[in-house]
């Protein structure tokens, strides 16, 4: 946990889901130049004159180190072959904001925590504040949903509090509020449990979720929400993530995550883009 401009935070959570290895970005070069038989990995010297079969590629993906790769990235700065990497994280808590940032980095695979399908339990305390709750039931359920980067509860009080206050104006401009809050066939527990808050929300939560529940109010969320998400790079475009993200003048919420991206890297991939001063 971090505190900045009088904020705390909590720091994201990475892991690396896979790697592909740099054994193919040196095969890659060694196929530029023609140059296998010059590479101290006898695997690859062994492609000059073989089509690698299923267990040459084990060996290929295992190489460690690649002096070629190392000329082309920090000698000659040939970094296209670097493109052949590939590498794979999950990031959990990181923030919306950090989404919007990341969006700005063009070669990249990324699947994120969709708020379209995942707003029904926000959506049912919301529900069940208003059938014999209140706003602090409301504000209460959704602390415990743990659901915001920012780690003060008074300022995270305000988040939710701002949250009910949207809803509410929603609810009072929309006819059929419910019909867009709730899965058709949970509208009868509305009448079942109409002021016993607890149980509906249970109920709700038991039954079936309403499709697309965050297409109408996706709107009462900020950049402080926690979103989890897989990313892929290429070696490539990860060096150029590092550079950006992991400099003094990045968003302090990405740096943290770059920082953290890196921990988890293998030393082989770094020696290939970071620089050690």
């Not at 690396?16 to 101290?40: K, P, W």
């Not at 490539?236 to 992991?246: D, E």
């Amino acid at each position: 946990m971090e505190e900045v401009y009088g904020i705390k935070y909590t720091k994201p959570e990475v892991v690396m889901l896979q790697d592909t290895g740099i054994g193919v970005a040196e095969a890659a070069a060694r196929t530029c130049y023609d140059s296998f038989s010059n590479s101290e990995n006898e695997v690859i010297q062994q492609i000059e004159s073989t089509l690698p079969n299923q267990e040459m590629c084990k060996e290929l993906n295992a190489i460690d180190d690649s002096e070629l790769l190392d000329d082309l990235s920090w000698t000659y700065f040939h970094h296209s072959i670097l493109e052949h990497a590939n590498l794979s994280y999950l990031i959990r808590g990181t923030s919306r904001g950090v989404l919007q940032e990341h969006a700005r980095h063009r070669i990249q695979a990324i699947s994120v925590r969709s708020t379209r399908y995942t707003m029904s339990s926000l959506i049912n305390a919301f529900v069940a504040s208003q059938h014999g709750g209140d706003k602090e039931f409301f504000i209460q359920k959704v602390l415990a949903f743990d659901m915001f980067v920012t780690a003060d509860e008074s300022y995270n009080r305000l988040e939710i509090s701002a949250m009910y206050d949207k809803l509410m104006f929603q609810k009072s401009q929309v006819e059929d509020f419910y019909s867009l809050a709730v899965a058709k066939s949970s509208l009868k527990h509305l009448k079942e449990f109409a002021k016993e808050p607890q149980k509906l929300y249970e109920a709700l939560e038991a039954g079936k979720k309403k499709r697309n529940v965050g297409d109408a109010f996706k709107h009462i969320i900020t950049d402080n929400v926690k979103v989890d998400m897989v990313v892929t790079f290429n070696l490539r475009s990860l060096k150029n993530y590092f550079t950006l993200r992991n400099s003094g003048a990045a968003f302090f919420q990405i740096r943290w995550l770059a920082q953290e991206m890196m921990k988890v890297t293998p030393k082989k991939y770094l020696d290939l883009i970071i620089r050690e001063k």
